[in-house]
């Protein structure tokens, strides 16, 4: 068998974590800090606890340089719950200052008619679906609040045959006027599409004001510099590039936090027609208990904080560091792949293929399936494992995360060349 030090993992997730941070947490594990009990054993009530969960999120906001007016939730249920929780806390922020904006009372019925006659003409909540996890996204929010309150602002099957593997031009976009929120995933790990950059189109303008804007970072999060001042709220699952699986992390605005803006009542938006949120995914209830609401993993925390220490250390410029790695990892495979085009055939379009998702098809002869199994078996034997594609999308992919190192993704490319001239 193996050892770790011989395997160079690619999965999608959960992702490879670095082997001296699991090394620290399995020690963290049995005696933590000569307590006499194992992290994982420590209340999270405790103050232990408190520090950990304030030192990875004081550490998480140094590499990102997230603003002061922001907030860093851990929450559950992983960017799939986050579909939900978007959803609920935006539209229920938009009811919030509309009702503020035209001075209704919701104790008077005729104001709270006026206020759903609103919500029925103009709630609109935006998608850009660019993948199969934006599709879901958008799925989400018209299951909890119907076809008529979702906008599709572009689809990109519909320029590409039915097939994600692109973005729309800007120009063809359909933005509401008023959305409660437009929302974008910013890498589709399924499908290998990324935004090269934030959309001029979502820019704030000159006053500061723009659409309220919200995007999944689940795959791409630490691998470049992100304008954190353009977003209300930036949320990922930790097992990308940041911890094990178990911790989902959202980066808020805080003035969509009391006492700047409070959720309506649920006696309101049951008049309204609207859902109400689970409270454990009620932001504001998240935020007020520093993200202790209920038991939180508190060595999932630890690692995460552990992996964004080892960040700082390694890369005294933060996440621009890791940027310029995972820049150059994906230059390697990618001029790997385009040397040999009659074997290779990288899925989504050159402008906008991923950084960290790397997804290809290989051929020698007709038979796609045979070469692509030969790929991934002699691969094996080489020690690059995790490298099927999806199963909606079949072929290769090949992530690299930040974990993933330099001289895993030179190794990924000699093999990628060796294997096409054999």
Not at 207 to 219: C, E, L, T, W, Y
Request: with cysteine.
């Amino acid at each position: 068998m193996p050892s770790r030090s011989e395997i160079t993992y690619f999965g999608a997730g959960p992702a490879l974590l670095p082997t001296e941070v699991l090394e620290d947490a399995a020690k963290a594990l049995i005696n933590y800090q000569d307590t006499g009990l194992g992290i994982a054993e420590h209340s999270h009530r405790s103050q232990l606890a408190t520090d950990i969960i304030n030192k990875a999120k004081a550490d998480l906001a140094s590499c990102l340089d997230v603003p002061e007016d922001y907030e860093i939730l851990f929450m559950h249920g992983g960017g799939t719950g986050e579909f939900s929780a978007t959803a609920y806390n935006f539209a229920g922020a938009w009811v919030a200052n509309k009702q503020k904006e035209l001075g209704l009372d919701s104790t008077k019925p005729e104001d709270v008619q006026k206020l759903k006659e609103v919500v029925n003409k103009d709630l609109k909540l935006d998608y850009l679906v660019t993948g199969g996890w934006s599709q879901k996204a958008s799925a989400e929010a018209e299951r909890l609040f119907g076809a008529e309150h979702v906008n599709i602002v572009a689809d990109s099957r519909k320029e590409n045959g039915g097939k994600f593997g692109s973005i729309p031009d800007e120009s063809s976009w359909n933005l509401s006027k008023d959305a409660a929120l437009v929302y974008y995933c910013a890498n589709e790990t399924v499908d290998g599409v990324e935004f090269p950059a934030f959309p001029k189109a979502l820019e704030p303008g000159p006053d500061g004001k723009g659409p309220i804007v919200i995007a999944d970072m689940s795959s791409n999060i630490l691998t470049q510099k992100i304008p954190v001042k353009n977003f209300s709220a930036i949320f990922f699952g930790a097992q990308k590039n940041l911890g094990p699986t178990g911790i989902t992390v959202v980066i808020l605005k805080k003035s969509f936090l009391p006492p700047v803006t409070s959720q309506p009542s649920p006696a309101l938006m049951r008049k309204l027609g609207l859902p109400i949120p689970p409270i454990i995914l009620q932001y504001e209830t998240i935020a007020k208990n520093n993200s202790l609401y209920n038991t939180l993993s508190i060595f999932d925390v630890y690692i995460i904080g552990q992996v964004l220490q080892r960040m700082l250390k390694t890369y005294p410029d933060k996440v621009a560091g890791q940027q310029a790695v995972t820049d150059k990892k994906a230059q390697l495979v990618y001029d790997a792949i385009e040397a040999y085009p009659d074997v290779y055939r990288v899925i989504p379009a050159k402008a906008t293929r991923s950084r960290v998702n790397v997804c290809f098809r290989v051929s020698k002869g007709d038979d796609v399936d045979a070469a692509e199994k030969a790929f991934l078996a002699q691969g094996t034997a080489q020690g690059l494992t995790g490298l099927k594609g999806h199963r909606s999308l079949g072929g290769i992919r090949a992530s690299l995360y930040n974990s993933v190192p330099l001289e895993g993704a030179e190794k990924l490319a000699k093999f990628i060349r060796d294997f096409a001239t054999s």
